[in-house]
């Protein structure tokens, strides 16, 4: 499984890509494995308001929903609206036409909650 070291991430299987004040968020590789096959995924509106843990969306496998939760505070200024036809894009390109989100970051200092690649591999068994 691989986990990009150019990335950030949440012990809840969010990858952050940090570009100036802005986030770009996806789910990482290790968390789509772990979740099953996606069915149907439904994404926050552009202009939403979020605060960090707030209901963002939901991912719904063949086994369960799972809610989608803010990793970071801040408004809603694009969504990958691809995911919501192709749901197979977050598998097959989880780092690059999988992303979710884009967030115009209110808390700087909530990044300094984010993990390194080492710290969230290291935190999941690859077994």
């Not at 690059?96 to 970051?105: E, H, I, T, Y």
Request: aromatic share 10%; proline share 4%; with cysteine.
């Amino acid at each position: 499984m691989t986990v990009p070291t150019h990335l950030q991430y949440t012990r809840d299987h969010y990858w952050i890509r940090i570009e100036g004040n802005e986030a770009v968020v996806g789910l990482t590789e290790i968390g789509l494995l772990a979740w099953g096959m996606v069915l149907f995924i439904e994404l926050p509106e552009r202009g939403a308001v979020l605060g960090q843990g707030d209901y963002a969306g939901s991912l719904e496998t063949a086994e369960n929903e799972h809610d989608l939760l803010a990793p970071l505070s801040g408004e809603v200024i694009a969504v990958n609206m691809l995911l919501e036809r192709a749901v197979m894009m977050l598998i097959e390109s989880p780092y690059d036409k999988g992303w979710l989100f884009r967030v115009a970051c209110s808390e700087p200092s909530e990044l300094e909650q984010l993990w390194d690649a080492q710290t969230y591999a290291s935190s999941y068994s690859f077994d």
